[in-house]
């Protein structure tokens, strides 16, 4: 069955919210997206979007994505004066298997996150059909006879349940601190179930200029923890503006400080002091920023008894994974497209949330195991604790990455999975299972040995 596709809401300015408008605005007559914080001119952090102080890496496959939503994106990040980082050739990279020989795989673009945003949301007002309501929330969903018929609005800063706003389809895409449980509850709907997995990690980060003439044959760094025991790990990637982004991160509330000393003695405290040897006299151009909210969590709304019909969850608001592999992005770019091959699948909008959940849930899976995966090796996270298949999985996942770091295929297969171009069931083909099986890997022991 055809039925109108008049007006469709989406709730949340961040990118799974900017995506799905993207994807709507080619179903709908008109799309309206709803962001609580006001959109500056200019490029400027916003609270709604705190994450985009710390490193954010945007994978291939997500680059790719937004590219094909909008043509040229990349071209234009590249203007603004982004690099590309080559991952490992250009950087030095500890893993808990020793270092990585620098082989040509990946390349990533390093922009800021703030960046990305804008350029999505400069190219998406460019969209004849799509009206932003910034500086507006959504306070709670409008409901008929089983389907959601729109949302209740008010201007940021006022009082009161809001206006009604109706619409033939309603989009979640608030992130984490999404109410949905809350909204259905409200509408009698029964409790969300959800899972929860939380390594208790804590990011602090800063930015720096880098220092002139600063070429050190290398222009990243990732220097993973040693798990179960080492819990510490350190980020420096350039960013547009001639800055470096550098993040730490402390597994199991061994937490950064944000703090000056603090910082420089958590950076000293790496597995190699080489990060720390780069910013000790490097000018920071920002305060030092903190986040904890890193949790992994899964609400389980494909599994829900009863739904309403013609309402979606998206992203971070159904999904979100440990920050630390850099998976978020990249998930809610797949889940754009998701929503775009169902609407084009079947007409009927009362099967559509059936459909996209699972599917987005599907497409979730490798990298939930992926973070889950990792965190499950510290006794700290709470939540969940590694079964007899988690340790087994994580033996191989050591083998493999210690082979990753001196074989480049298995390196390419590797960052594959990392990348989100290949799922994690990859690494058991023949080619990889083969090596794993055979290999001894013997890692390159120091910064200076690295180049294959
Ligand atoms: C510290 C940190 C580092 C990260 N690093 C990476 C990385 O390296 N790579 C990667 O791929 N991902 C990373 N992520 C994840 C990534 O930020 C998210 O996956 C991505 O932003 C998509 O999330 P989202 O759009 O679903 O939700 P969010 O980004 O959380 O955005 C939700 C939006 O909804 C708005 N909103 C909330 N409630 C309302 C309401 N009631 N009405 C209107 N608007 C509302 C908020 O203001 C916000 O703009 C990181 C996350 C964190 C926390």
Redesign the pocket.
């Known amino acids: 069955m055809t039925q109108p596709r008049e007006h469709a809401v989406v ?8 995506l799905s408008a993207r994807i709507l605005a080619d179903h709908f007559s008109r799309v309206t997206l ?4 006001r959109f500056a001119e200019t490029l400027e952090s ?7 102080r ?6 291939s496959r ?1 680059l790719e994505i937004a590219e094909q939503l909008f043509p040229g994106l990349e071209d234009e990040l590249r203007a603004a004066d982004v690099p590309e980082v080559r991952v490992p050739a250009d950087m030095l990279w500890l893993t808990s298997a020793g270092w990585r020989r620098r082989f040509a795989s990946a390349r990533l673009l390093t922009f800021s ?1 703030d960046l990305l945003d804008w350029t999505v949301r400069a190219r998406l007002a460019k969209t004849q059909n799509l009206r932003v309501l910034a500086g ?4 709670g969903l409008l409901a008929d006879a089983g389907a959601v018929t729109g949302v209740e ?1 008010r201007e940021r800063g006022t009082t009161g349940s809001g206006e009604p706003l109706t619409a033939d389809l309603v989009v979640d ?7 949905t449980p809350a909204w259905l509850e409200r509408l009698g709907y029964p409790a969300v179930r959800q899972t929860l997995i939380d390594p208790l990690l804590g ?1 602090a980060s800063r930015t720096y200029a880098i220092p002139s003439g600063f070429d050190p044959g290398w222009k990243a760094l990732y220097l993973q923890a040693d798990p179960p025991h080492g819990t510490r790990t350190g980020a420096l990637f350039p960013q547009e503006g001639g800055r470096w982004i550098v ?1 730490l991160f402390g597994v199991g509330e061994d937490y950064p400080p944000n703090e000056d000393e603090g910082f420089l003695e958590f950076a000293k405290s790496l597995r190699s002091p080489v990060l720390y040897e780069a910013i000790r006299d490097a000018e920071p151009l920002t305060s030092i920023v903190s ?1 904890r ?2 949790a992994n969590l899964r609400r389980h709304y494909e599994r829900m008894p009863a739904w309403p019909r013609r309402f979606l969850v ?4 159904l999904c ?2 440990n ?2 592999y ?7 770019a797949k889940s754009a497209l998701t929503l775009d091959a169902c609407l084009r699948a079947d007409g009927d909008l009362d099967r559509l949330a059936r459909r996209f959940h699972r599917k987005v849930i599907k497409n979730a899976t490798g990298p939930w195991l992926v973070a889950t995966g990792e965190d499950l090796r510290y006794d700290t996270t709470r939540g969940a604790a590694a079964g007899v298949r988690t340790r087994i999985l994580n033996r191989y996942v050591d083998r493999v990455q210690s082979l990753a770091n001196v074989d480049p295929r298995v390196c390419d297969r590797f960052i594959d999975v990392l990348a989100l171009t290949a799922p994690p069931q990859s690494l058991f083909l023949p080619e990889v299972l083969w090596r794993a099986a055979t290999a001894r890997p013997r890692p390159p022991t120091g910064p200076d040995d690295l180049v294959p």
């Open positions: 709730i949340g300015g961040s990118l799974m919210g900017l709803i962001e609580r914080d916003r609270p709604g979007l705190g994450q985009a710390h490193l954010h890496v945007l994978w997500g996150r507006h929330e959504v306070t609005v895409a608030t992130g984490r601190s999404s109410k990011y993040s986040y909210r890193t998206a992203g971070d608001a979100a994974f920050p630390l850099g998976q978020g992005m990249t998930v809610a």
